[in-house]
């Protein structure tokens, strides 16, 4: 619930704007002087405030100049006489985000409410990203600031200039080339070459080829030297994604290569020392491929001597409405907003696909847009089963595998908090909990309040 501050010394004006704001779902205060609204400001920092320009004492114009000297990022709106318009555009020019003419035309006036939060909202969630992203510059495209995404930027911190192998693994979709490239370019051989290779990709006849390369003749089709990915990284290094789906009768080469730090091409006989540092990927179950025999475990310790979790967006979903904004960016919709329901929708939906999946969403939608605000009738309909949506949208139902009550109870806390603009007193009301039940709750899951929005 968006928080206003009123400030007219007009009782009436005051009373019917009052009225108007909390008809529309607002939080409204008023003030009937510039000194109290300064005063209210400061003690409340509402998330818009309204003026009237003519005022006794301190006037509309001296508050707005008081207001942005304290908060340069506050957002006011002027209310002005029809035949004062140069006094408002003066307004305008020392901060103020709009100005409303009396007599004003009331649904003139919630649009006008209603695109300052929009801007105030979306300044809001820019300026998170840009902490995030200034947080973790060296992250590059790796978008996230929940608990989850934090243990694995630390991770990242801590052995990134190291030569320990690295074994990401993770879902697919969840970015596990995007950390083996952090990990290569916080290193110090990010001067180096980063060679990638898709173990599950490349037939398995020609995947020993790929690796360490092979001399003309060795085989059907050799008819020149090849260099392979080994060498190819050499003083970088090399990702081998996909890694579990190896060929069993390749993995001892590579342990070799692991182990020896030299490789030998395909029809070759001598060896050829290396410098290069692995990072391995997979979406497999290691445990069960160790258990099955279709993976070798003196190969996987060689690999996974730092193991690296990354997990599945529906387990950060905190991060889901800053992953939205990066790719509206990325794909030419800096300028596009997001109804509240289809945040809510893309917030609860379960995105078996992660984080790649949600990019391709997103830029479907912004690709099918008919405007600059997109609303949850956009959406693809499949898409809207599974989610917690308003009463004849959709029935939330749980994944056949189960699901964790803990993180349950956590989705709802956020999505309440969200749904509300983190205002903790109407969440609570809507989960019809105690203020301080709730408050419980943040501390048990860790959730963060972001800035100004307590």
């Not at 006849?205 to 990284?233: M, Q, W």
């Not at 579990?244 to 009768?249: A, F, I, M, R, T």
């Amino acid at each position: 619930m968006s928080r206003i501050l009123v400030v007219d010394d007009d009782i009436s004006l005051r009373r019917v704007l009052e009225y108007n704001l909390q008809e529309e779902g607002y939080e409204v205060q008023t003030a009937s002087s510039g000194e109290e609204g300064l005063y209210l400001f400061g003690q409340a920092q509402p998330d818009l405030v309204i003026t009237d320009m003519k005022m006794p004492g301190m006037d509309g114009l001296t508050l707005l100049t008081s207001i942005k000297e304290r908060s340069p990022e506050s957002l006011v709106v002027i209310i002005t006489a029809f035949g004062t318009i140069d006094l408002a555009v003066e307004a305008m020019k020392s901060g103020a985000y709009d100005y409303i003419t009396k007599p004003f035309n009331r649904e003139a006036l919630k649009l006008t409410i209603r695109k300052a939060l929009q801007f105030n909202g979306l300044t809001h969630e820019n300026r998170r990203l840009r902490r995030q992203l200034a947080d973790h510059a060296d992250f590059r495209t790796i978008v996230g600031s929940s608990p989850e995404m934090e243990k694995v930027f630390n991770v990242i911190r801590k052995v990134a200039d190291t030569e320990a192998p690295v074994l990401i693994t993770g879902e697919s979709g969840t970015g596990k080339e995007l950390v083996a490239r952090s990990l290569h370019g916080n290193s110090s051989r990010k001067d180096g070459p980063f060679q990638a290779i898709n173990c599950a990709a490349i037939p398995r006849d020609l995947l020993e080829s790929e690796l360490f390369g092979h001399l003309k003749g060795a085989f059907t089709g050799a008819v020149r030297d090849k260099v392979g990915k080994f060498l190819l990284a050499e003083g970088g290094t090399l990702f081998l994604d996909e890694v579990g789906e190896l060929p069993l009768e390749l993995q001892p080469k590579l342990l070799r290569a692991l182990q020896e730090k030299e490789v030998e091409p395909v029809g070759g006989s001598c060896s050829q020392k290396l410098d290069v540092r692995v990072v391995a990927a997979t979406n497999l179950n290691m445990d069960q491929a160790l258990a099955a025999g279709s993976f070798r475990e003196d190969l996987y310790y060689r690999l996974a001597v730092i193991p690296l979790h990354l997990p599945p967006l529906r387990e950060r979903r905190t991060d889901i409405p800053l992953l939205i904004r990066y790719f509206c960016g990325k794909h030419g919709g800096a300028q596009v907003s997001l109804d509240k329901d289809l945040l809510l929708a893309l917030t609860l939906y379960s995105w078996p696909g992660n984080v790649r999946e949600l990019e391709n969403v997103v830029e479907r939608l912004l690709i099918m847009r008919s405007g600059d605000n997109l609303t949850l009738g956009e959406l693809p309909e499949k898409m809207l089963r599974g989610t917690s949506l308003p009463p004849g949208r959709a029935v939330f139902t749980l994944p056949d595998e189960g699901y964790p009550l803990e993180q349950l109870e956590r989705e709802v806390v956020l999505n309440a908090l969200e749904r509300n603009d983190w205002n903790q007193t109407a969440a609570a009301r809507f989960l019809r909990i105690p203020r301080h039940t709730l408050i419980y709750r943040l501390e048990k899951y860790a959730i963060t309040v972001p800035e100004k929005k307590s």
